[in-house]
């Protein structure tokens, strides 16, 4: 007998537990742990007493099963999957003796081997299965999941098959094919356009067959889509090899000769994206599409997922498994960029669910000139992914086909549980961060090491001529006839032979162009029949008897049916009415954000819960068997990736209203790199439309620097060649009109919108019937109050601050001071502005803002080329865009109006 040293009182309990469900239901205990059972006479029956010894054969028998225990655990922290270091050392090792075993036992045969499904097996046997399911090519994260239907569906996928490739002849010839593409490619641009920047794919290059790879398999499990998104390294190699963009449009790149016009500035070729069809070796056709980014890294992320789930939502309804996200990471930027944290919280959440994501981090063990080591704390940069029970394969990238292998499992594990999965593939950046850096000056021993290095394509080529499975001359003549190709095209472009580079548009927006400066200065058509209007607004505050929300609900909807009878709509009813006529007309519309359900001053209540069973109801969705869908969703508390997300869904919906509501304005800033990398220039970059909205709180009530200014000041520097919209509506009607209008033309640009806080229950911040139903949406509004005759003084504002001169205005019987209101700041309707100038010609005209002088809109007017100077009236120069003190804000607002009306 031999006592339970290798066991602690936790384990001969566990141990004691399990035997009693043994007798009591057998069919419930893993298999390995039955045989096990079966094969040891525990004598009484009543199980294993803690305080027991057992016999030296049941022990073996428990530290076996340890054992695979452990190799399935820890395997992935022993494996060979870095092609070009040493794995870091981990204690303790899955060393025998580790586990109560030694040498002497290899030879002995144990019941544990059932646990992989090898019967009794002896120990060196079940050894070899282990390392070779484990310890390879490829290791495994995935017990942390903790859903024992995944854990036992990949465990089965692995230790089936012992995690080793199983390629067919064909399949390996492609692979060859694939790499021979990406290293001759590479090779090419290296010394036809030396020191020109294309951030090479080499040392990675399995990510090729890879991506060919994961098309054509998941074509063949019914995809019928992918969209990818991926940063600038190995961007030209996967254009060319994967989307088949053409040699010679990327060579004419390469020699300046590209598509540009007015509005079209372009972007380097290693941002620009691609959309094509390609078709399977089965005949299958499938549409990939790499989406355009930026230099900020994983910025790309929440955009594509964005873009899938718009195309589950208007093309596929909502079946997941006929688009596939795929997004390409680097091993730096995965780890050390906060969007993409925010991205995978978002993957199980209702507003953003898009049915998994295959995560590939092309980790070439470097960040621009930082070691790995000093990227990251955690052991893996995918680490990420745990936070939400995500599987993680590594893999070496110089063993293609395990790279091949691994992407089919995560395909398939993706479409099962359409879940996210991530694939690392280990390998190295043959040059430094550009061709033209030096990376010997910080990683001298690793770029050593790397001089000296096959590259993919050579290991993989010897490897089959060694099996026998290709011959070596077919091999060269593969290389020789691609090359040969490759300098044809560049003799082509050289010699102005091959077809023009063109921009290409996404078709969906086909019947869409860039606006100029005459069709912003349009009047678009937004009215609505009278009746029609009315119905709707009482089919959307109609609360059905089964679905009751609490009674301040039920007032304030009993208090908007009251509108229609006094003929005066507030703000929320002009906005909730602009989604009723779009959805009336066909068209749908989306709105997501903070709290943005209720409104984050409790002003829209677009979805209720009943009182009794907080179960959702939606009056938008319930006024027409044919309208548009409407979806609200109060979002996870994020901008950055949220914003990002809306944005995407926006570049495929031209004709549906995209919305994305901050839970106040400034907090937009948390999502600058979005504004500013794709809202703003996406169009003039890379021909990306979107009529994205967004609804950003503003207004000066003495809430302090943070809760008063969405920061305008900042969109309009943005703002140039008719990119975008900036608004600051001071009516109901107003900001209806401009919601229509959005949809209403044969272009579509973002529009910003500041929208008021204060406003929402000001008495005077109403419209009528007639101001919605008639006519269209005014960029200026004029002064029904003044006499033209006998002005002096001409106010111009936007937004709130309208409402503060009025009633001064007002109470002082100032008519001899007129107020125009500037509802869109951009494009500056200067047209309408030259139309005021000649009714007040002989008046001084001044800029009024409640923000800064250095904020808001004033510094913005001074771009135009007006037919008058305004002077300023507004607060000084600030740090900071608002006061903290109650009383110093209303000192400040004060000072404003007497200076406006002195």
């Known amino acids: 007998m031999l006592p339970n040293s290798y066991l602690s009182n936790a384990d001969v309990n566990y141990i004691d537990d399990l035997y009693k469900q043994y007798q009591s239901d057998k069919a419930s205990v893993d298999f390995g742990w039955q045989k096990f059972f079966e094969g040891f006479d525990f004598g009484s029956g009543k199980g294993i007493p803690g305080s027991a010894t057992i016999s030296e054969d049941a022990l073996k028998e428990i530290n076996v099963l340890n054992l695979i225990?452990?190799?399935?655990?820890?395997?992935?922290?022993?494996?060979?999957?870095?092609?070009?270091?040493?794995?870091?050392?981990?204690?303790?090792?899955?060393?025998?003796?580790?586990?109560?075993?030694?040498?002497?036992?290899?030879?002995?045969?144990?019941?544990?081997?059932?646990?992989?499904?090898?019967?009794?097996?002896?120990?060196?046997?079940?050894?070899?299965?282990?390392?070779?399911?484990?310890?390879?090519?490829?290791?495994?994260?995935?017990?942390?999941?903790?859903?024992?239907?995944?854990?036992?569906?990949?465990?089965?996928?692995?230790?089936?098959?012992?995690?080793?490739?199983?390629?067919?002849?064909?399949?390996?010839?492609?692979?060859?094919?694939?790499?021979?593409?990406?290293?001759?490619?590479?090779?090419?641009?290296?010394?036809?356009?030396i020191g020109q920047k294309r951030f090479s794919l080499e040392g990675l290059e399995c990510l090729i067959p890879a991506l060919d790879s994961v098309v054509h398999y998941g074509a063949e499990l019914g995809v019928n889509e992918f969209v990818m998104g991926m940063a600038h390294r190995g961007r030209l190699n996967v254009l060319a090899n994967i989307f088949n963009k053409t040699y010679s449009d990327i060579f004419s790149e390469f020699e300046g000769k590209v598509f540009q016009d007015d509005q079209f500035e372009g972007d380097v070729k290693y941002h620009l994206g691609y959309t094509t069809v390609v078709k399977t070796p089965n005949g299958k056709e499938v549409k990939i599409k790499l989406s355009p980014n930026p230099s900020h890294l994983e910025a790309v992320n929440p955009v594509v997922k964005g873009m899938v789930r718009a195309k589950l939502d208007h093309l596929y309804n909502s079946d997941i498994n006929k688009v596939c996200p795929i997004l390409i990471h680097g091993d730096a930027a995965i780890a050390g960029q906060g969007i993409v944290y925010e991205v995978v919280q978002m993957s199980g959440l209702e507003a953003n669910r898009i049915g998994g994501t295959i995560h590939i981090v092309t980790n070439n063990q470097i960040g621009f000139t930082t070691n790995y080591t000093d990227s990251r704390t955690s052991i893996y940069c995918t680490d990420v992914a745990k936070t939400t029970n995500c599987p993680v394969f590594h893999v070496n990238g110089d063993d293609v086909e395990a790279v091949v292998h691994t992407i089919k499992m995560a395909m398939a594990y993706r479409n099962k549980f359409n879940c996210d999965?991530?694939?690392?593939?280990?390998?190295?950046?043959?040059?430094?961060?550009?061709?033209?850096?030096?990376?010997?000056?910080?990683?001298?021993?690793?770029?050593?090491?790397?001089s000296s290095h096959q590259n993919p394509r050579e290991i993989y080529k010897e490897k089959l001529i060694a099996r026998g499975e290709i011959d070596a001359e077919i091999a060269n003549e593969m290389e020789e006839q691609f090359k040969q190709l490759l300098q044809v095209t560049l003799d082509d472009v050289k010699q102005n032979k091959a077809p023009e580079s063109k921009l290409k548009i996404d078709d969906i927006w086909k019947d869409y162009h860039f606006p100029k400066k005459e069709d912003f200065e349009a009047t678009t058509k937004t009215s609505f029949d009278a009746k029609r209007w009315t119905v709707l607004a009482k089919a959307i505050n109609t609360i059905p008897a089964d679905n009751l929300p609490i009674k301040k609900v039920q007032q304030l909807y009993e208090g908007r049916l009251k509108m229609i009878d006094n003929n005066q709509f507030d703000w929320a009813m002009g906005e909730l009415m602009a989604y009723a006529t779009l959805l009336d007309e066909g068209h749908s519309v989306r709105l997501a954000g903070q709290d943005c359900e209720r409104g984050t001053f409790s002003h829209r209540h677009a979805l209720i819960k009943k009182e009794d069973s907080e179960s959702e109801y939606v009056p938008l969705q319930h006024i027409s068997d044919k309208q548009g869908q409407f979806n609200v969703y109060n979002s996870l508390l994020s901008e950055y990736a949220e914003l990002g997300f809306e944005y995407g869904y926006s570049t495929f919906t031209p004709n549906h209203l995209t919305i994305w509501e901050a839970q106040f304005g400034d907090f937009a800033n948390g999502a600058q790199i979005m504004i500013d990398q794709f809202i703003a220039s996406a169009g003039t970059k890379w021909g990306q439309y979107s009529g994205l909205v967004m609804l950003l709180p503003h207004g000066y009530e003495g809430q302090g620097p943070e809760h008063s200014s969405a920061r305008m000041e900042r969109f309009l520097q943005l703002c140039g060649n008719n990119n975008m919209q900036v608004m600051n509506c001071s009516t109901p009607a107003s900001f209806y009109h401009a919601l229509r209008r959005q949809l209403k033309r044969d272009f579509r640009v973002p529009m910003v919108v500041m929208t008021p806080k204060s406003l929402l229950r000001h008495p005077k911040c109403v419209s009528t019937l007639e101001d919605f139903t008639k006519g269209s949406f005014q960029e200026v509004i004029s002064d029904q109050f003044a006499d033209a005759k006998k002005v002096k003084k001409v106010l111009l504002c936007s937004g709130k601050i309208y409402y503060e001169l009025l009633e001064k205005q007002q109470a002082d019987n100032r008519k001899d001071v007129a107020i125009i209101r500037v509802e869109q700041l951009y494009p500056l309707p200067e047209h309408v502005?030259?139309?005021?100038?000649?009714?007040?010609?002989?008046?001084?005209?001044?800029?009024?803002?409640?923000?800064?002088?250095?904020?808001?809109?004033?510094?913005?007017?001074?771009?135009?080329?007006?037919?008058?100077?305004?002077?300023?009236?507004?607060?000084?120069?600030?740090?900071?865009?608002?006061?903290?003190?109650?009383?110093?804000?209303?000192?400040?607002?004060?000072?404003?109006?007497?200076?406006?009306?002195?």
């Not at 036992?152 to 996928?157: C, K, S």
């Not at 692995?158 to 001759?184: F, G, R």
């Not at 008046?843 to 913005?860: C, I, K, L, S």
């Not at 900071?880 to 004060?894: I, Y």
Request: hydrophobic residues 35%; glycine residues 6%; proline residues 4%.
């Open 69 to 193: 225990n452990a190799y399935r655990t820890r395997g992935h922290l022993f494996t060979k999957t870095n092609p070009v270091r040493e794995r870091r050392k981990y204690t303790p090792t899955l060393d025998l003796a580790n586990f109560g075993l030694n040498d002497a036992d290899l030879e002995k045969t144990f019941n544990a081997g059932h646990e992989l499904g090898m019967g009794s097996a002896k120990l060196k046997d079940i050894l070899a299965n282990l390392k070779a399911t484990y310890c390879e090519s490829i290791g495994a994260e995935y017990l942390h999941i903790g859903d024992p239907i995944k854990i036992e569906w990949l465990r089965n996928l692995m230790e089936t098959t012992k995690n080793q490739p199983n390629l067919s002849i064909d399949e390996k010839k492609q692979c060859l094919n694939k790499l021979n593409q990406a290293t001759a490619f590479e090779n090419f641009l290296h010394t036809k356009f």
């Open 421 to 450: 999965i991530f694939i690392d593939l280990l390998g190295y950046r043959k040059y430094g961060h550009n061709e033209g850096d030096e990376p010997r000056f910080t990683q001298p021993l690793l770029y050593k090491i790397i």
């Open 833 to 902: 502005l030259a139309q005021v100038y000649e009714q007040y010609s002989k008046a001084d005209f001044y800029w009024v803002q409640e923000e800064p002088r250095n904020m808001g809109t004033w510094m913005h007017l001074s771009r135009y080329d007006l037919p008058f100077s305004p002077k300023y009236i507004g607060r000084k120069s600030s740090a900071s865009p608002a006061t903290g003190f109650k009383k110093t804000h209303d000192k400040e607002q004060a000072a404003i109006l007497e200076e406006a009306f002195a």
